[in-house]
């Protein structure tokens, strides 16, 4: 396998039957999302991040164009405030294609994403047919690689859910084609630009990328160069690439490196916890070679290639002593594979994601390429083993057809057997063209796997895009257009309810719709958001407060609807759907402000208080409903009471989220300032009892019929005097310890037979315990039992609250929960004597709880009536500052729900003061007494120091163009 930089082909002729190639292709790729009337824009990540950070970057731009100083840095709109740098680095400013937009009208931004994405996935191909040409292979071999490479199971999906994770599909080519060119004794020149590339493109997929290169890199030199390099001018060239190309980068990387620094993803639970991945896992890898078209990725091991790839891996592994490189890199990467460790390295020490298999598509496409171009040459014993091979595996996938009554890989075998019998045939029939037939059976087996995808009776990405029309649909009623004329100024942020859906898709898997998060086209801001980097202090914020909807992305969700929470981030409107889940849960102070027309759903019933205590549906209208609460706190207000740190941890996580009323949290002295008068929760006397009428220890509960649930009881509660005094109260559950420990596949197989045994009561009722023993077994090996995950269900007239295990595959939204806080709702009348309980999974569980009522009553409301006026006025927004003013009668500290960042710096009456971090997480600053005006303004941390480093590269890469210019001439 030798690259050659000297081979002369007709290039224009090989490039143009891609393109006719890629043209089919495509067809097949996007072609079933046009036909069933859908877009490429998945409900999910697409709807909330991608589409619309394209179009306001695009606008962004546009207005940078017109006026260079008007780049804004930070963003009210994304979240509680963040910085746009942190975001827009992440998905858009280094991805070259994002600017293709700038082509397109504002209106046409939809289209201009689409059209994007197949552009990336052209250049896919091309990037492999450029690095293939190196090699003296046929045109319809390279053509068949590039197949091979441009149709697999990772690429179907990130072409329309991911599509920046098509760039390192495009790159990884260049650089190994680059490096070769420096181990041949070739120029730096073309890698240093692929380097600076690649540093530019994602900060994530760099990393990857990287170490992919350097594997490359050891292996060829291992292999074919051991003896016979220059090792001091290539290390020399490969040093000049690697720092050169950091320099440049310097810019995006170091603002970059602190904010993954400063987010929420530092201290995440290496592998999520796992040494060994579920044993459905092995059991799978063998057909995920060739699931082309399966969307079902088991911690993202995507592979799914054309059939005749697992003939090639046999191929080349027969021929082993030829092709080092790709059988040592190839047995590498399956024993990667098996660890999760691996992938958690390749993924930033963070989960088992093997996204890094993106990898892995090169030396498979390859092997494809190499068994063509050799088939006219395979000898019968060569073809017996192949056979033999083949029979092998296809005996494994019948297994596991059997086991897992899948018929994804039907069609992919027949294609795996034709491959087979081409290659045969051949053999039979030397003068029959073998190349044409089989480039035809790859592209018919590539086209059926990107078809069969998204076809929405088989693989069904289709019903997870968005149909036409719908991404303009959900932007216009993002609120049920009940967002319409609500004044901006002044300041104040938005929510929902959690789980509560206002847009609606019934065709969505979950039956959840849309998933929406991020709020980029309302202008309103609304709380909630879903980014891959978030506030650090944020997140320690809310994993105090033990906010029970807080994961890394996604930090607040809608605060697990508690009333404190809400006021603080300022929420003056909440949006509502009627028919939703938890549309009763409306936190205190809220009161119904506008509402849609009423629509009748004759067929579906909805709940109200009175139809959930008679327990019956009613035939009630289906509405938006907006909110309103004059409760929402200031953007910054001053504070004149103080909460120490010693303080404040020993406060329960309902009682810091009450403090917030009450004082402001600051570390060290709080010269002149006075010690905040606390409001503690009072707690409720409970005891758990099972529907089998026994009570039951939570600290030692062993759970092991499916069928039995408990009473959260509060017998004091059940006295009218008392129940009075609570009226007016948030009542929620404190889990200080939460430990499940999931019962051995002997013990939960054991305990399903036992429950099925009590159910049979009838006279002559025959439990077959044989068939049953594997029922349960299969069961339990396809959901990755044991397994962590669990719900913690709580049920009241607002519906289910629950504590939520996510499983270890849940990748980049795990969290390991051992405590929470659980919002029941808030009562304005009288609360619940009882509430049901039900784990969600049998085992052992561990519950350490107090249940604990938050008064919300005089008290409170006189405790926000101060901070409203005690706000900073005539505040004005400039871009990347604020100002305001404010009149303090004694020292204290201006605090806000502004995330904290260094890149904040303050200035009081024209003097430079210094920010300080407020309540563990927000930005703040400390006041004399008097009259002051202040002005906050944003700067990205570390960006004028990449700039300066970037600058320095800059002036070496002229520098060094120079040198080398002239050393050219002087050689001449």
């Not at 006719?20 to 998945?42: N, P, R, S």
């Not at 958690?344 to 298999?357: D, L, P, V």
């Not at 051949?426 to 044409?436: E, G, N, S, T, Y």
């Not at 996604?554 to 508690?562: L, S």
Request: aromatic letters at 14%; one cysteine or more; a positive charge.
């Amino acid at each position: 396998m030798d690259f050659s930089f000297t081979n002369k082909r007709p290039l224009k002729m090989l490039y143009l039957k891609y393109t006719l190639v890629f043209i089919f292709l495509a067809a097949c790729i996007f072609g079933t999302y046009l036909l069933t009337g859908h877009t490429f824009i998945l409900s999910k990540d697409a709807l909330n991040q991608h589409v619309p950070l394209l179009a306001n970057y695009r606008q962004a731009l546009i207005n940078f164009f017109h006026h260079p100083s008007h780049f804004s840095f930070w963003s009210w709109q994304m979240g509680l405030g963040t910085d746009t740098f942190q975001v827009y680095s992440y998905y858009t400013i280094g991805d070259v294609f994002a600017y293709l937009a700038l082509l397109f009208p504002a209106a046409k931004i939809t289209l201009a994403y689409q059209v994007i994405g197949i552009i990336r996935m052209f250049c896919v191909g091309l990037a492999f047919v450029y690095f293939a040409q190196h090699f003296k292979f046929r045109d319809n071999v390279i053509l068949a690689g590039a197949t091979t490479y441009m149709v697999n199971a990772f690429l179907l999906y990130a072409c329309v859910a991911q599509p920046f994770f098509t760039t390192p599909f495009i790159l990884f080519p260049l650089i190994v084609v680059q490096i070769e060119r420096v181990l041949q004794g070739g120029s730096a020149w073309p890698l240093t630009g692929v380097f600076i590339w690649m540093l530019i493109s994602n900060y994530y997929l760099a990393f990857v990328l990287g170490i992919g290169a350097v594997i490359f890199l050891v292996l060829r030199v291992l292999t074919h160069y051991r003896h016979r390099l220059s090792y001091m001018p290539t290390v020399a060239k490969l040093a000049f690439a690697t720092i050169t190309s950091l320099l440049v980068s310097a810019v995006m990387l170091v603002p970059e490196i602190m904010a993954i620094i400063n987010s929420t993803r530092t201290g995440a639970e290496f592998a999520n916890g796992l040494k060994v991945y579920p044993l459905y896992y092995y059991l799978f890898l063998p057909k995920q070679l060739i699931n082309g078209g399966q969307w079902y990725f088991m911690y993202w091991t995507a592979l799914g290639i054309v059939s005749i790839g697992f003939i090639a891996l046999v191929y080349i592994y027969m021929h082993y002593r030829q092709y080092p490189l790709l059988t040592i890199s190839l047995f590498c990467s399956l024993v990667m594979l098996l660890i999760p460790a691996v992938g958690a390295f390749f993924n930033g020490m963070m989960s088992a994601s093997n996204r890094w298999t993106l990898l892995i598509y090169l030396p498979l496409a390859m092997a494809v390429c190499l068994l063509m171009q050799n088939a006219p040459v395979i000898s019968r014993h060569e073809l017996n083993i192949l056979s033999l091979a083949t029979g092998i595996y296809v005996l494994v996938l019948t297994a596991t057809y059997f086991f897992d009554n899948k018929d994804d890989s039907f069609v992919p075998v027949i294609f795996l057997i034709i491959s087979l019998m081409a290659l045969w045939v051949v053999k039979v029939q030397p003068a029959i063209k073998l190349d044409r037939y089989l480039l035809l059976i790859i592209l018919l087996n590539a086209g059926f796997n990107a078809i069969y995808s998204a076809f929405p009776a088989k693989g069904n990405f289709s019903t997870m895009m968005l149909s036409r029309g719908e991404y303009q649909a959900i932007t216009a009623n993002r609120y049920g257009g009940l967002d319409k004329g609500l004044k901006k100024n002044p300041f104040y942020r938005v929510s929902t309810v959690s789980q509560n859906q206002i847009i609606n898709n019934n065709t969505s898997p979950d039956g959840l719709g849309p998933s929406l998060d991020n709020d980029l086209t309302s202008g309103l801001h609304n709380i909630d958001s879903y980014y891959s980097l978030q506030n650090k202090y944020l997140g320690q914020f809310n994993n105090s407060l033990q906010n029970n909807q807080y994961q890394a992305n996604i930090p607040i969700r809608q605060a697990d609807d508690r009333s404190v929470m809400n006021n603080f981030f300022g929420v003056r409107y909440l949006f509502v759907q009627s028919n939703g889940k938890n549309a009763l849960k409306i936190p205190h102070g809220y009161f119904l402000d506008k509402a849609t027309d009423p629509v009748i759903n004759y067929d579906v019933g909805q709940p109200s208080p009175n139809s959930i205590k008679n327990n019956k549906k009613l035939l009630l209208p289906t509405q938006t409903i907006r909110y309103k609460s004059n409760q929402a706190f200031p953007l910054m207000y001053w504070q004149g009471d103080y909460i120490s740190s010693g303080r404040y941890q020993r406060l329960s996580p309902s009682e810091k989220e009450r403090a917030l009323a009450s004082g402001v949290l600051v570390d060290g002295k709080a010269k002149g300032m006075r010690s905040a008068k606390l409001t503690r929760a009072t707690v409720l006397k409970s005891q758990l009892v099972s529907n089998r009428l026994n009570k039951v220890n939570p600290h030692h509960l062993k759970y092991t019929d499916s069928d039995e649930y408990y009473q959260l009881q509060f017998p004091e509660l059940q006295k009218a005097g008392v129940a009075r005094r609570y009226r007016g109260s948030e009542l929620h559950i404190e889990f200080s310890k939460i430990k499940y420990t999931p019962f051995t596949m002997r013990e939960q197989i054991k305990y399903d037979k036992q429950h099925l045994q009590q159910m049979a009561v009838n006279p002559g009722s025959l439990i077959n315990q044989r068939y049953n023993q594997y029922k349960y077994w299969r069961y339990h090996v396809l959901n990755g039992s044991p397994d962590i995950s669990f719900k913690l269900n709580y049920n009241s007239k607002f519906g289910t609250a629950s504590v939520i295990q996510a499983k270890q595959n849940v990748l980049s939204l795990f969290k390991r929960v051992t405590n929470s806080t659980l919002n029941i709702g808030y009562y304005n009348g009288k609360l619940p004597v009882s509430l049901k309980f039900q784990p969600s999974k049998l085992g052992n569980y561990q519950l350490h709880y107090r249940v604990v009522a938050v008064k919300l009553g005089h008290h409170y409301d006189q405790q926000v009536q101060a901070i409203q006026r005690h706000a900073l006025r005539n505040i004005r927004f400039d871009r990347n500052s604020f100002r305001g003013q404010i009149t303090t009668n004694r020292p204290g500290v201006l605090t806000s729900s502004i995330p904290y960042s260094t890149g904040w710096s303050v200035k009081v009456d024209n003097h430079p003061a210094k920010t300080i971090r407020t309540n563990q997480a927000f930005l703040g600053v400390w006041l004399p007494r008097g009259n002051h005006h202040v002005t906050f303004t944003y700067q990205v941390p570390g960006l004028l120091t990449g700039a300066k480093v970037s600058l320095i590269g800059l002036l070496w890469l002229v520098f060094a163009v120079l040198v080398s210019i002239i050393w050219k001439k002087n050689k001449k």
